[in-house]
């Protein structure tokens, strides 16, 4: 290729008459061939370009843009799975709590129409109040509840009304006093929307009545989670 030794000579004369030549000079001229010549014709005026030979001597003083993409991209993918896992963790103890109070409020609902009986804690022969929580309780997620009401109104969580959820328990004072003033002696699960679920008095059966009521109103005591619902919403809640 004539025309390329003719360049080559032209720039290697030039530069030994200019020996004070820079090195932005140079790169100047191959700025102008590289617009008429291929790369490969260039190639050999790299060697002598002295920006060129210090970059390739010079060790890199740090990661390669590309290698720190991708232990930022790790990073971030180690600390997404992470979140993940905390995140299922959470989904699966809601799950799970979700899972026990649908269980509670639907076998607590199969019973109504079981007639009151004093002492009752069975279904064939009739329930009380706290007979009928405890069977629920037990029955539904194996869980065993004290065997009467006052019992069961002094353990567990105590859940203030705003924040109550199905299958929170629900405490009466109805009686040893006026409009609510006497002990805690009734008991039932609350359902959701104000609504509680329970065996009543003599004469009556299991049956859903509303907090709003005025008998019941007057003689609400609290609300009460039993203990091991109230771990497994913690943990739904705190992950």
Not at 8 to 16: G, R, S, V
Not at 60 to 69: D, G, I, K, S
Not at 163 to 176: E, I, N, S, W
Not at 204 to 211: A, F, G, I, M, T
């Amino acid at each position: 290729m004539p025309n390329t030794r003719l360049v080559l000579a032209a720039l290697a004369t030039a530069m030994c008459f200019a020996g004070t030549a820079s090195a932005a000079d140079i790169s100047s001229i191959q700025a102008q061939v590289s617009g008429k010549f291929s790369s490969t014709v260039l190639s050999p005026l790299a060697a002598i370009t002295p920006a060129a030979a210090m970059a390739q001597s010079t060790l890199p003083t740090q990661l390669p843009y590309a290698t720190v993409a991708s232990a930022k991209d790790s990073t971030a993918a180690d600390t997404a799975a992470t979140a993940d896992d905390n995140d299922n963790a959470q989904f699966s103890d809601a799950k799970t709590s979700q899972g026990l109070r649908d269980m509670l409020i639907g076998l607590a609902m199969e019973l109504r129409h079981v007639r009151y009986v004093r002492g009752g804690r069975d279904p064939s022969t009739g329930f009380d109040c706290s007979g009928f929580v405890r069977y629920v309780f037990e029955r539904a997620i194996g869980l065993q509840l004290p065997s009467n009401s006052a019992s069961q109104y002094l353990v567990g969580k105590i859940i203030h009304r705003d924040a109550m959820q199905p299958g929170d328990l629900v405490f009466f004072r109805t009686a040893g006093g006026r409009h609510g003033t006497g002990r805690i002696s009734h008991v039932a699960i609350y359902i959701g929307e104000g609504r509680f679920i329970h065996s009543p008095r003599r004469g009556e059966s299991v049956r859903v009545d509303n907090l709003s009521d005025s008998y019941w109103a007057k003689r609400f005591a609290g609300a009460r989670r039993p203990e091991a619902m109230a771990q497994i919403d913690a943990g739904a809640h705190n992950g």
